[in-house]
């Protein structure tokens, strides 16, 4: 072989390394460019309510994160997930709770009315440590509403049942 061959082969090859490089580069840019607008879009949704939205963008993070070899952005919305599912599920348990103290509000009303004030009160305060752990039990309305009615009336049954003695 020649040595204007054997230069010319080498320039080929020093051309190509960087050719491909340049397509690596490209390639990740146009995948994170895309997982930037999945992002955005997986925000956005969430913003507006729309949590099946959300989480399908973060799932297509997570496709991409596992093809481009970026474990950061799969644990990142791994972690969105997890807290869409946290807020699905309290606001879940919101929602069975207020069912749970409408219905005890009109049993505790009945009982009332039947002068069992210490069943009613028992129910009341069964209610209490069963959801005593969750922090936002007691900022839903029908729940500080129900133990505000207890907490007056037990006071009144207690207060007459003194009296009467």
């Known amino acids: 072989m ?12 020093e051309t190509e390394q960087p050719s491909k490089s340049f397509q690596l580069k490209d390639y990740k840019m146009r995948l994170l460019s895309k997982v930037d607008r999945l992002k955005f ?52 348990l919101i929602s069975e709770i207020e069912k749970t103290s409408k219905s005890l509000n009109e049993m505790y009303d009945k009982l009332v009315d039947s002068n069992q004030t210490s069943q009613a009160h028992e129910i009341v305060e069964s209610f209490k440590n069963r959801y005593q752990d969750m922090l936002f039990f007691d900022t839903i309305p029908s729940v500080k509403e129900l133990i505000a009615k207890d907490k007056k009336i037990w006071i009144e049954h207690i207060t007459s049942l003194d009296n009467d003695r």
């Open 41 to 92: 879009n997986a925000q956005k949704s969430l913003m507006e309510g729309n949590l099946d939205d959300a989480i399908y963008n973060a799932e297509q993070i997570i496709r991409l994160a596992i093809l481009a070899d970026m474990p950061s952005y799969i644990k990142e919305q791994e972690e969105f997930i997890n807290s869409i599912a946290k807020e699905v599920q309290n606001e879940y």
């Open 2 to 13: 020649k040595k204007k061959d054997k230069k010319s082969k080498k320039k080929s090859k």
